[in-house]
């Protein structure tokens, strides 16, 4: 597609499971994102990884989380043993290396934790 | 730390009427700044940007201020139409890390009625 996909687009699961979240960028786009959103709360910037660069991880809550990018391409994005403040919509994003500042999202992953 | 900020969590506005939705930030260093626009279960979409070198910028029906001096920012939309009801995300671009991450205020939720 044309767009950033992303899947599952909605996701249930029981406290202290793991899950994981997948996002396919728009082709040809260097730079993805995660970001979260919490009910009532801005986008929290989790992790931004670009080219061949080490990612930066800077936003990532704890280290029950973590992300990889593999072949430049697909992202998955991995919760490890959730909790019920993990509850939240995860938007990916890319952009294009060199195009300016504009990041493009998909329609986000949104999880919840029972 | 609160680096961008929208302190009105919700607008509401007569259509025909002009919307202002404003944001301030706290980092010197942003170069650039973007308002994102996003509806119900969808992930945001990008509206309008400008570069800390210009101080309007306008695009049909939006235009974005900046004010450097007082670290403000405001997105105007005239007329407002119904369609317009969203809630908008400011973000800034360039805090002095050595990535392109975009941090985001919490929104403001607009609401044009007919």
């Known amino acids: 597609g044309a767009g950033v996909s992303q899947s599952p687009s909605n996701k249930v699961t029981e406290k202290g499971k793991d899950v994981e979240l997948r996002c396919d960028p728009i082709s040809g786009h260097t730079a993805l994102y995660w970001y979260r959103q919490s009910l009532g709360q801005g986008l929290e910037f989790l992790i931004y990884?670009?080219?061949?660069?080490?990612?930066?991880k800077s936003g990532l809550p704890s280290d029950r989380f973590s992300a990889e990018r593999t072949g430049g391409s697909v992202s998955t994005l991995t919760i490890q043993r959730t909790q019920q403040e993990d509850s939240a919509v995860y938007l990916c994003?890319?952009?294009?290396?060199?195009?300016?500042?504009?990041?493009?999202f998909g329609e986000g992953s949104w999880l919840t934790v029972v | 730390d609160q680096q961008v900020k929208q302190n009105s969590p919700s607008l509401s506005v007569q259509e025909g009427r002009i919307s202002i939705l404003n944001c301030d930030y706290t980092n010197s260093m942003f170069d650039y700044f973007l308002w994102y626009k996003k509806y119900p279960a969808e992930g945001p979409t990008f509206l309008i940007s400008i570069s800390s070198i210009k101080d309007k910028n306008e695009d049909g029906r939006f235009t974005v201020f900046l004010n450097k001096s007082a670290k403000h920012l405001s997105l105007h939309i005239v007329p407002s139409q119904p369609g317009d009801s969203a809630v908008y995300f400011c973000a800034a671009r360039g805090d002095g890390g050595a990535t392109n991450k975009l941090i985001f205020g919490t929104g403001t939720l607009l609401a044009v009625q007919p």
């Open positions: 990884f670009q080219g061949n660069s080490a990612p930066d």
């Open positions: 994003a890319s952009s294009p290396q060199g195009a300016g500042y504009t990041i493009y």
